[in-house]
């Protein structure tokens, strides 16, 4: 049979028949001669042994494979913040934008709890981020506002739920896929786990060909194996004005005649974005200088 694994914890590995059956399953000691480590997301080849359990057989071809969160075959990445309750955390948000741009993945940038906040604030994170490129969102699954168009947006895609401890995933997840918790219930009497929290990341089946992967909260995201002078180019709106630069290369901190710098100055770009890129960047630098 094949089947996509939608989550993996002790040993064990989770597939999903892409109908409605779940079976816990143990990868062949192949997988490890050759060093390779089922994902979440992995499509595989499974032999059923009985009702419940089964041997993944072979790992189908990757389509791609993420760094953090571990998982294959993802298409996009959904990231969500609150308006409030708690303030989003926007160096935070930037941080896991440069992530997702060095494993060029697209994402939705989506703002929950709009309930709580008024227009103004609305407008602030909607003109910072789609201007940037980005696909923005505001959500309230409170009051299920933005439902319709988020579930368009994750139709016939395997999608990364990420973001900050509090702000909704697990209540998005459970709006879009209300068997969610009954899914990982199931999982969670055979491992001995508490419910709902999400400790590992782990996909729900939305519908035919509709994944949602929710994944543990985080507080703080370092980025890793990044050299400081590649950092903007994972700011997408930096590009337009790379061209009035005086030098090939800059880097638009140190430099005197800076076409990102002076779009700044002017609001053509977010000095929000701008400035997290600058604490970035010096991040990258001070790593850099500690491994000579």
Known sequence: MTGKIIKGIAGFY???????????????????NRNIKPLVGDNVEFTVLDDEEGNIDEILPRKNELIRPASANVDQAMILFAVADPEPNLNLLDRFLVAMEAQRLPVIVCFNKIDLCGEEKVEQYRNIYERAGYQVRFLSASQGIGFASLKDLLRGKTTV??????????????????EAGMETGKISKKIQRGRHTTRHSQLFCVEEDTYLMDTPGFSSL???????????DYFPE????????????????????CGVKEAVERGGLSRSRYDNYRLLYQELKEKERRKY
């Open 14 to 32: 989770y597939v999903h028949d892409g109908k409605e059956h779940i079976y816990q399953c143990r990868a062949k000691g192949i997988f490890r």
């Open 222 to 232: 370092y980025l890793e194996n990044m050299a400081p002078e590649e950092l903007k």
């Open 238 to 257: 930096f590009a337009r004005y790379e061209g009035q630069c005086r030098f090939l290369g800059c880097v638009h901190v140190g430099e005197k005649v």
């Open 161 to 178: 739920l990420a973001g900050p401890s509090g702000v909704g995933k697990s209540s998005w997840t459970n709006l879009i896929q209300p």
